[in-house]
């Protein structure tokens, strides 16, 4: 992902990516990949422009021509990318620093870990609970209903009132 300027130099940035990867399937012998350019994804949002591919890091000429084009003020690379939302649900009008005194130790962690990368939640309050809401982009920390840390493993699928969007 690259943060450009303004949207106009994003798009000339994207545009520029989409005649690489064109001139990649004409001259594939000009480019050291180890993937095709098929796979690979290309889009635009305001100012931002993502490029996902797989890849075991063969990324050389697309960082060049990030830079090339226009220069980005700030470039960030993930492995196995993810966006998620985390929901925690607990009984209306308990705040969140106090749904951690009441929960178990692990959920207490996990909530410190999320609230330290992901920031304050959203708060939804429906009937009788409250929800606490997490949206969360970057590197995988979600795999096989567990959430993933830094370290620490917290199994979501084992409780009630989290899930994972």
Known sequence: MAT??????????????????????????????????????????GDHVTFEVYTAGYLDDVEALLEKVAKPQSVECYRNYQEIT????????????????????DEAEAIKWLRKYCGEPDVVNSGESRTFKWDYAGDEIYSDGTLYLGGFEFPVDERRNWSVE
């Open 4 to 45: 450009y300027k303004d949207e106009e130099t994003a798009k000339k940035v994207r545009d520029a990516l989409f005649k690489m990867l064109e001139d990649m399937k004409k001259n594939p012998e000009g480019y050291d990949t180890d993937w095709d350019p098929d796979e690979a994804g290309v889009s635009h949002y």
């Open 86 to 105: 985390i929901y925690v649900q607990v009984p209306k009008g308990l705040s969140l620093d106090a749904a951690m005194l009441v929960m178990d130790k």
